[in-house]
């Protein structure tokens, strides 16, 4: 083993100060670290160890013990089970090292007491680097699944990252560091997410077993408890959890609770060394209100410069008490975000609010199309903390075809066909796009010989006289089309009149994009009748043309 780590000696002889009837550690002259020396007056102050931790022995001189009476006031979570889980993890050595010292970025290297892993110590399961806090960050909501266990379990965030305790890279071999680190960001949340999880009735036991088991396994790893590939729990050593418990209940019982047991409440932050603060060991909700949410997004697909999406997300509160919260919801484009609204709100006990916000399409986008991720959640009234977040509640698509038809987002825009005619459908298509990523198909099912129109007759028309009209026209190689006729039509009061484009098929170029125009005559009566594109077969024929991109 490496040399014995001392700086947390002057604790347990502290301790052993009190026990010999000293009224405080200041009668010794010492100033005990972590500011530790006061325990909670419903504890004894621990004097059993194992064996292995004994006077004389590395873990003793390391602080072990120190720092594992310490954490059983912070956290009321038993000393035994520290016992069972440092001995498994490190053989009580918390200098321990086991791989490359790499500090960040190196997840086969454990470290010191509990063998915590990185980046910069997480652990198996664990919230990412913690020197700069942040709950509302994707990447951590998404590993840890924040907005899965609100929704299934009421408990969310079932880890609080602002209460989880910063470790540095050079501060893993202190145990009373790595213990702090291990408890508040794993053993003590995830007790109390157990507790959500199991049917009701489990015993406390059994639940900081499954805290042991994974630990080892990952709450998120291919094996869910109690099935045990590697023997953790109850195979030979040192995969025994199982034996060092049994070794070492008893007599913690004996010692810390008077021969009684442990009461299964484990503290909830803030955490304090002098044991559970006020309304803690209870319930993560007293310090942390818990919410279920909901969002609509209607449409889902816009046109650049075009429209608005109207989004409104719901939120519960599931708490038996009222909360203030900032309601949320954002607009993302890949790791930036481009908008947000938000707003705070009072929600009662075991009510609802709401949040509606319309989303303007931006100006431009890129063609063809660009897609945002919609964000939504409820913060602290500071937005410090996250209570509920879903960082990947759907997508919004704007197109950047801004085209007077365009047929995206799965539109006709109010196009039609002419009856008894060789085209039988109109319908968008993502087959074929000139601009944006939809274009209008235009459907021959081999039913009719001669002229059929695609057309509009209830879409915007042009208004004035010597308007170029230009479409774009895709057709089909092998097909039974002669010809191919943008036209433009006028009412009664022009007496129907009809102007068109006459362009034989030889005068296109088939499977791609052809540019033709139509140009309203100067004289024309307005409103015009319709508008649209003629097509000429000679033959029954089936198959499919497309219309994209018109424009005056």
Request: aromatic fraction near 12%.
């Amino acid at each position: 083993m490496q040399k014995p780590i001392v700086k947390h000696l002057q604790y347990g002889l502290c301790i052993l100060a009190i026990s010999l009837g000293s009224s405080s550690c200041a009668d010794n002259g010492m100033d005990p670290a972590h500011n530790d020396n006061t325990e909670s007056v419903s504890q004894k102050l621990y004097t059993w160890v194992p064996t292995e931790c004994r006077a004389g022995s590395d873990c003793a001189n390391q602080g072990v013990p120190d720092a594992i009476r310490r954490a059983t006031i912070k956290y009321n979570i038993p000393r035994w089970f520290y016992f069972a889980e440092a001995h498994r993890e490190s053989t009580f050595n918390a200098a321990s090292l086991t791989g490359p010292r790499n500090c960040v970025g190196d997840s086969t290297t454990g470290f010191g007491l509990m063998q915590l892993t990185n980046p910069d110590h997480m652990g198996f399961l664990y919230p990412e680097n913690l020197r700069a806090p942040d709950q509302s960050n994707s990447a951590w909501q998404t590993n840890m699944r924040i907005p899965y266990y609100c929704t299934q379990y009421g408990l969310c965030p079932w880890i609080n990252m602002n209460d989880v305790t910063s470790l540095g890279c050079d501060a893993w071999n202190d145990p009373f560091a790595n213990l702090d680190r291990y408890s508040s960001g794993y053993a003590a949340p995830m007790y109390y997410l157990l507790k959500k999880k199991n049917p009701a009735g489990t015993s406390s036991d059994d639940l900081l077993r499954q805290v042991a088991y994974y630990w080892r396994y990952g709450l998120f790893g291919p094996y869910n408890y109690p099935t045990d590939p590697y023997h953790y729990l109850s195979g030979a050593a040192p995969y025994d959890y199982d034996t060092y418990v049994a070794a070492y209940k008893t007599s913690v019982n004996n010692d810390d609770y008077n021969g009684g047991s442990w009461n299964g409440n484990v503290c909830t932050p803030p955490y304090s060394s002098q044991g559970c603060s006020s309304g803690s060991g209870t319930s993560p909700s007293s310090t942390l209100p818990t919410y279920s949410s909901t969002l609509s997004v209607n449409p889902t697909c816009l046109v650049a410069g075009s429209g608005s999406s109207s989004m409104k997300a719901t939120f519960t509160n599931t708490n038996d008490v009222a909360y203030n919260g900032m309601l949320d919801i954002e607009v993302w484009d890949g790791t930036t975000k481009v908008d947000q609204s938000s707003q705070a709100q009072s929600t009662a006990a075991n009510g609802t609010n709401s949040l509606t916000w319309n989303w303007a399409a931006p100006t431009s986008v890129a063609q063809p199309k660009k897609d945002y991720t919609i964000k939504f959640g409820v913060f602290s009234p500071d937005g410090a903390t996250s209570l509920n977040w879903n960082a990947n509640a759907g997508t919004i698509s704007v197109s950047a075809d801004k085209s007077q038809y365009n047929f995206e987002c799965s539109n006709t825009q109010n196009w039609t066909f002419l009856a008894a005619s060789p085209v039988t459908a109109v319908a968008p298509s993502a087959n074929q796009a000139q601009f944006g990523t939809n274009s209008l198909a235009v459907v021959f099912s081999g039913t009719a010989v001669g002229v059929g129109d695609a057309m509009t007759l209830s879409g915007p028309l042009p208004t004035v006289g010597g308007t170029v009209v230009t479409f774009h026209v895709w057709v089909p190689s092998g097909s039974a089309l002669t010809a191919v006729a943008p036209f433009v039509k006028q009412g009664a009061a022009g007496n129907w009149a009809w102007t068109d484009t006459w362009t034989a098929i030889a005068q296109l170029t088939a499977n791609a994009w052809n540019t033709l125009t139509v140009t309203v005559p100067r004289n024309a009566v307005f409103p015009l009748d319709s508008m649209g594109v003629e097509f000429v077969t000679s033959r029954a024929y089936s198959g499919t043309a497309y219309i994209d991109a018109v424009t005056w």
